[in-house]
């Protein structure tokens, strides 16, 4: 029987972790690379980033939105707070927590609590109302709370934490103490994953107990997602029964001293895993040769990498768009190829992706997303079930859905005239890509939602193909001529030295 009512399957088991690591979870049995180690179906609290409550329905969590993107969401009658599809999702969110908080929401309209005092406010409620069963409580209690490494070392997070804390005793009226409402701040802000929808974009904050307790490692072997609010925990790469199951807190394609600085802030320890040891070592010895180098060629490295890091920091509304998507072309093409699958230049192609798209520069987007998925992704992803990776093909394929549809487009200087050079035909890039992602669905670590939502677009693409008398399957040769052409493309994106 589970551990837990709502979590099946489980595959793993609470144990004392080796290391000075607390406690960990471990496999119980031998897992395939795909295959889930964790699914909870229930979170113990689960709520929407503030910006996020007008756009997204606080039932589903945007998992019934994304089969339906024209979907309008009405809001709660009571509160006007949150959201939802239709009355199955209000329903669902009522039954849930919703009724208990309502009421208060009114009282504080128009304010709506910060995003982690609504998380405690639920979380107070339903364990008041005992929503909760005793083996919920009894996990979650075991919980870390670091208050006293919070209280020394990170003020500004216990002033947020003390603050909340009064707000929710004193709105809810609840006869729990204070202290130990605090006690549900930290260890909320500790154990919280990063909610987010099928295309891994955040969109709020969730906590269950027992998929607390796994531990981080940079050379991770399980990833996390979510499906509406389900947690999937699959794992990255083969299992052995025994074995414990790592996860990643952070952005593991970060270079390791920004890795430790945010393990450190954020969840007060020094990690040690192998990756981290390696790179230190390697670091070490890489200060030898960068010694021989002249201090002209160090600084401009330096340089150039600081620039990245503040175009990166940038708030999203404190650029023109424009202008930022001339700075980022700009640093990018005048890198070496070596540094492309480097960070920050990384995350500054996605800002650069993410940037143009919202031009509507899809001729440019797609040569960035082409670079990122042939040169970039296989390299910072070796795995090809990543669900990073898997995303990010999926974003190609989008974009070539666009083109292959001949839809109008903002040009913005020579890379849409280049991409016009090629004549690539999207519809054959946009078939093989699908095609490769569903063949790889019975080992992808993406949720069930990613994986409809290929395997629906993969259906009309070939239906599309059949009814003009073509046959993809049979087109080997006219595909491997378009990747030809796309990467052509790619090589010229990455060399490019002038951006208008």
């Known amino acids: 029987m589970s551990l837990f009512p709502h979590t099946i399957p489980i595959r793993t088991t609470p144990l004392a972790a080796p290391d000075g690591l607390g406690r960990g979870l471990f496999a119980t049995t031998n897992v395939a690379a795909g ?26 969590f945007g998992r019934r939105q994304l089969d339906d993107e024209d979907r309008r969401l009405r809001g709660c009658t009571g509160c006007q707070v949150v959201k939802y599809c239709d009355k199955i999702c209000q329903a669902k969110d ?73 707000a929710v005793k004193a709105y809810s009226e609840t006869e729990m103490k204070e202290e130990t409402i605090s006690a549900y701040g930290a260890k909320l802000e500790l154990n919280a994953f990063n909610l987010t929808n099928a295309m891994y974009d955040r969109v709020g904050l969730y906590l269950h107990p027992y998929a607390a307790l796994m531990n981080h490692s940079c050379d991770y072997n399980a990833v996390v997602g979510f499906d509406g609010d389900e947690l999937f925990v699959k794992a990255i790469r083969p299992i052995a029964e025994g074995e414990q199951i790592f996860i990643s807190y952070v952005d593991t394609t970060n270079p390791r001293w920004l890795r430790q600085k945010e393990l450190q802030e954020r969840y007060y320890f020094r990690c040690r895993c192998t990756k981290c040891e390696t790179e230190e070592k390697e670091g070490k010895e890489g200060q030898g040769e ?34 930022l998507a001339a700075e980022i072309s700009l640093l990018l093409g005048g890198l070496p190829e070596t540094q492309i699958t480097r960070q920050p230049y990384v995350s500054l192609r996605d800002e650069l992706i993410a940037t143009l798209l919202t031009l509507q520069r899809y001729k440019a987007a797609f040569a960035h997303a082409a ?10 992803y070796p795995q090809e079930i990543h669900p990073i990776r898997q995303v990010h093909a999926w974003a190609l394929a ?25 004549e690539v035909n999207f519809s054959l890039i946009l078939w093989e890509v699908l095609q490769r992602l569903v063949s790889l669905e019975d080992k ?31 087109m080997e040769r006219e595909i491997n001529g378009e990747w030809g052409k796309v990467g052509k493309l790619v090589e010229w994106t990455v060399d490019a030295r002038r951006i208008e």
């Open 94 to 166: 009522w039954k849930f927590a919703h009724s208990l908080e309502c009421s208060i929401f009114q009282k504080l309209s128009p304010r709506i609590l910060p995003i982690n005092a609504r998380a405690i406010l639920r979380m107070v409620l339903r364990t008041g109302r005992q929503k909760y069963t005793s083996k919920d409580v009894d996990m979650f209690l075991q919980l870390e709370t670091h208050i006293k490494d919070i209280r020394e070392e990170n003020p500004v997070q216990w002033e947020r934490i003390s603050m909340s804390s009064k």
């Open 371 to 380: 670079v990122r998925y042939l040169r970039i992704d296989p390299v910072v």
């Open 35 to 60: 295959a889930d180690v964790l699914h909870v179906s229930t979170p113990f609290v689960a709520v929407l980033d503030t910006h996020q409550l007008g756009q997204i329905c606080s039932g589903c």
């Open 290 to 323: 960068a010694a021989t180098a002249t201090a002209a060629a160090v600084a401009a490295v330096e340089a150039t990498e600081a620039n990245a890091y503040a175009l990166l920091s940038r708030s999203p509304d404190s650029t023109d768009p424009h202008s």
């Open 398 to 422: 989008k974009l070539a859905v666009l083109l292959s549809q001949g839809i109008e487009v903002a040009h913005g200087g020579e890379d849409e005239l280049e991409l016009e050079r090629y």
């Open 444 to 474: 992808s670590c993406n949720v069930p939602a990613f994986q409809r939502l290929v395997k629906a677009l993969f259906g009309q693409v070939t239906t599309e193909f059949v009814a003009g008398g073509l046959d993809p399957r049979r």
